[in-house]
């Protein structure tokens, strides 16, 4: 397989993307594989999704992409505000240019995707959209959760969802993507790797996170981007809480 970049959780921040994407074209790097949660929390859902739909050769569903086209089922209340107020930006009107075409890549994501010998899921490979799995799992698992978990794939599953990167090996166990700082691979031994967010990371580091992936290797990447002009954005929208700006800057 050729180098590609490993994205997820844009959550409608257009500078934590386009800073993302400059980075991975200066690394020569031309497959973008994106893990879903296009949109949610930001204030570029519809940049965001044209980009994402132009530049990444396969996109898997969100749970805020599926809440778009379902309903903001479940979420609290500052999500289900911007899902509300994304639906009134992404909905199909005639007076919108290629906005049918638009909603409709985002309703027919799918759930999963093989790519090589690797899985691809949004949330867990058991339950691909929704589940969690969070670095405390690792040391207070539920009963036959990590079991189940790495049944459901064969050498390397990706996800992202929980906004934390970092690395789940059997046992289980869990490295934080602070303490990963140069490339590791899968040597036998079952890994899931959250790639992290790019567009609101929640590890206390406001820089957007990916992965790439070359020949069994992987690599963290780190990237600064003007995180105050989304914050600006967002405090200017009416259906934003401000709250989803500030987070922003804490990397929470």
């Known amino acids: 397989m050729a180098k590609a970049a490993i994205i997820s959780d844009i959550h409608s921040n257009l500078e934590a993307l386009l800073a993302t994407l400059e980075d991975i074209e200066r690394q020569g790097v031309r497959e973008v594989l994106c893990l879903g949660d296009i949109v949610g929390y930001g204030p570029d859902p519809v940049a965001c999704t044209d980009i994402v739909r132009s530049r990444c050769q ?27 107020w994304t639906q009134t930006q992404m909905r199909p009107r005639f007076y919108r240019l290629g906005s049918t075409a638009r909603w409709r890549f985002v309703a027919t994501l799918p759930s999963t995707h093989t790519w090589g010998d690797y899985l691809l899921a949004h ?56 303490d990963i700082t140069e490339p590791f691979s899968y040597e036998g031994k079952k890994l899931l790797v959250n ?58």
């Open 195 to 252: 790639v992290g967010s790019v567009g609101q990371p929640r590890d206390q580091n406001w820089r957007a996170c990916y992965v790439t992936a070359e020949e069994g290797k992987f690599m963290f990447h780190r990237v600064e981007y003007p995180l105050e002009i989304t914050q600006r954005k967002i405090r200017g929208i009416d259906g934003l809480d401000d709250r989803l700006g500030d987070r922003l800057g804490n990397g929470e």
């Open 58 to 84: 396969v996109t898997i569903c969100g749970n805020h992409d599926e809440a778009l086209i379902k309903g903001p089922w479940g979420f609290n209340q500052f999500a289900r505000d911007a899902i509300e």
């Open 123 to 178: 949330g867990s490979p058991r339950d691909p959209t929704t589940e969690y799995i969070l670095p405390q799992h690792a040391t207070w698992p539920q009963p036959g959760m990590f079991e189940e978990i790495f049944q459901a794939f064969s050498s390397v599953c990706f996800v992202g969802h929980t906004h934390v990167p970092g690395v789940f090996r059997e046992g289980p166990t869990f490295t934080p993507q602070c």
